[in-house]
C-alpha cells in the first residue's frame, strides 16, 4: 500500500524516526516543522493521512486538527495526534477536535504502521467516491462537510457476551444513541445485515466465539462491508487488536472505558460513516442522473442506446418477441410557438406519466430526444404492442393537459408508429427504422392515430 502522509512535529529527531519507519513501508511522507507550515502543506498538496505531534509551539496540535476538520477541502484526511500525554482527558480533547486516532509515544511500530494503513484504507474509499461522484452529471457543487448530515442519536449495535459488561456501555452511549445488544455472533451478523445500524462495538472477548471471526465476516459480507467496527480489548490483548486492525476493525477501546471516550469515538464512526453513505448516495444519484431524462424522469437516450442493443440480440438468439414503439407529440412546435417553452416543458412531464401508466414494470420507457418517445417491449407480440399504442394514444387524447401552472388546459394527440423484431438478421437500428417508417405514415395519415409496420 503507498500513499502520501504529512509528519507535524517541531522536534527534527522525532521527524526523522517517524519517516525512517514509513519509509521502510514504502509510504511517501513529507515532513512540516510547525502547525503553520502542516496547514500550508495541506492546501498546496493533496495527503492522504496526518501525524500530528500535540506538543508544538505556536498552534498546538489540537488547534491544528480542529482547524483541518474544519475546512471542507481537507475534513475528509485522516489525523492521528502523536502525544508523550496519556491521560484520557487529553485523548478526549484530541477526538472531540475531530482526531482519528492517538499514538503515545514511544510509538511501537506495529501500531504505527497497523494504524496507518487501516486509517490509509479509509481515507482511499473516500477518495473513490470522490472522483466516481465528480465523474457524474451532478458531481458536487461544493465540497461535502464531514458532518452528520442525517442528525439524530446513533443506532448501534453492541456484541457482549457479558450482561454486565454490555449493561454499562448501554448506559454510557445512552446519552446520545440507540444501543440494541446482541450476545451471539452469529445472530449479531445476521442483524448487522439486516438493520439499519451505524455502528458495531465487539468485545474482544466473546464467550465461547471468536471476535475477530465475526469482525472478518462483517468485512466480506456485502451488505455491512462498509460499515464501522468498534473493538473493546483488554491491555493484554495487543496482538489480537493488531489483527483486528488489519482484518479492518476501524477503531478501538482499551478497557477501562473512560465513558467521555467511548462517547468520542462512536460519535466519530457515525459521523464518518453518515458522511460516506451521503457520498455513495451522490455516487448513486450521479449514475442515475447520466441515463435518466431531467425533464420527464424517463431514460434518456443513451441508456436505450444501451439497453436496445442487448434486448434485439436476445430476441433474435432465442427467437423471442420483441417490440418497440415511437411516439411522437403532435403539433409540439404549436405548443412552444403559442404557449411558450415552460408549456412545452409542462407537456412533456405529462405525456411521460401517462405513458409509464399504460406500460409494464419490464417495459423500457425513454424520451429519445425533443418530444419523441421509445418504448421497448420484451416478450411483446406486434398485435398485443399496437392494443398497448392504441391505449397510449387513447389515455394521451382523452383527458385535457393542465400547464401554465394549472391554469390554462389543452388536447394533446400522438402518432404512434409500432415494429417488432424480424429474425434472425435484426438490429436496434433496422427496428427503429420500421418504428420511425411507421410514425412517418401515421402523420401523412392525419396523426392522433397508431400504425403498425405489419400493417
Known amino acids: ?123 482511499m474509499l473516500t477518495d473513490e467516491l470522490h472522483l466516481r461522484g465528480a465523474a457524474g452529471r451532478l458531481g458536487f457543487d461544493e465540497p461535502v462537510r464531514l458532518e452528520d448530515p442525517a442528525g439524530g442519536p446513533g443506532r448501534v449495535l453492541l456484541v457482549d457476551s457479558r450482561r454486565q459488561s454490555a449493561e454499562r456501555m448501554v448506559e454510557m452511549l445512552a446519552a446520545e444513541h440507540e444501543t440494541e445488544v446482541e450476545a451471539r455472533p452469529e445472530e449479531a451478523l445476521f442483524r448487522a445485515a439486516e438493520g439499519a445500524f451505524d455502528l458495531v462495538v465487539v468485545d474482544i472477548r466473546l464467550e465461547g466465539a471468536d471476535a475477530l471471526r465475526l469482525c472478518s465476516q462483517l468485512r466480506s459480507l456485502e451488505r455491512t462491508r462498509f460499515l464501522p467496527i468498534l473493538l473493546v480489548t483488554e491491555p493484554e490483548d495487543g496482538p489480537r487488536l493488531m489483527r483486528g486492525l488489519d482484518l479492518g476493525v476501524n477503531d478501538y477501546l482499551v478497557r477501562p472505558v473512560d465513558p467521555h471516550e467511548l462517547l468520542a469515538r462512536v460519535r466519530t464512526q457515525v459521523r464518518r460513516k453518515r458522511y460516506n453513505d451521503r457520498l455513495r448516495d451522490n455516487v448513486m444519484l450521479s449514475m442515475e442522473m447520466a441515463v435518466m431524462d431531467s425533464l420527464t424522469g424517463l431514460h434518456n437516450r443513451r441508456y436505450l442506446d444501451m439497453q436496445l442493443g442487448p434486448l434485439v440480440a436476445h430476441a433474435v438468439q432465442r427467437e423471442r418477441e420483441l417490440a418497440v414503439l415511437v411516439i411522437d407529440v403532435d403539433h409540439f412546435k404549436e405548443v412552444n410557438d403559442t404557449h411558450g417553452h415552460d408549456a412545452g416543458d409542462d407537456v412533456l412531464r405529462e405525456v411521460s406519466k401517462r405513458l409509464r401508466r399504460s406500460i409494464r414494470g419490464i417495459d423500457l420507457a425513454c424520451r429519445h430526444g425533443g418530444e419523441e418517445f421509445v418504448i421497448a417491449m420484451p416478450d411483446t407480440s406486434i398485435e398485443d404492442a399496437g392494443v398497448v399504442a392504441e391505449r397510449i394514444r387513447d389515455r394521451i387524447a382523452a383527458e385535457p393537459f393542465r400547464i401554465a401552472g394549472g391554469s390554462h388546459a389543452m388536447t394533446v394527440t400522438v402518432s404512434v408508429g409500432v415494429a417488432s423484431v424480424i429474425w434472425p438478421d435484426d438490429t436496434p437500428e433496422t427496428l427503429l427504422k420500421r418504428a420511425d417508417l411507421a410514425l412517418y405514415r401515421a402523420k401523412h395519415a392525419g396523426r392522433n392515430r397508431v400504425v403498425s409496420d405489419a400493417a
Open 1 to 123: 500500500m503507498t500513499a502520501r502522509i504529512l509528519v507535524v512535529d517541531d522536534i527534527v529527531a522525532n521527524v526523522r524516526l517517524l519517516e525512517a519507519r514509513l519509509g521502510a513501508e514504502y509510504f511517501d511522507v513529507v515532513t512540516a516543522g510547525s502547525g503553520a507550515e502542516a496547514l500550508e502543506a495541506l492546501v498546496r498538496s493533496p495527503f492522504d493521512l496526518v501525524l500530528l505531534d500535540v506538543m508544538m509551539p505556536g498552534l498546538d496540535g489540537f488547534e491544528v486538527c480542529r482547524r483541518i476538520k474544519a475546512d471542507p477541502r481537507l475534513c475528509h484526511i485522516p489525523v492521528v495526534m502523536v502525544t508523550a500525554l496519556d491521560q484520557a482527558a487529553d485523548r478526549i480533547r484530541g477526538l472531540e477536535a475531530g482526531a482519528d486516532d492517538f499514538l503515545t509515544k514511544p510509538v511501537s511500530d506495529t501500531a504505527l504502521i497497523t494504524r496507518v494503513k487501516s486509517l490509509v484504507r479509509l481515507k
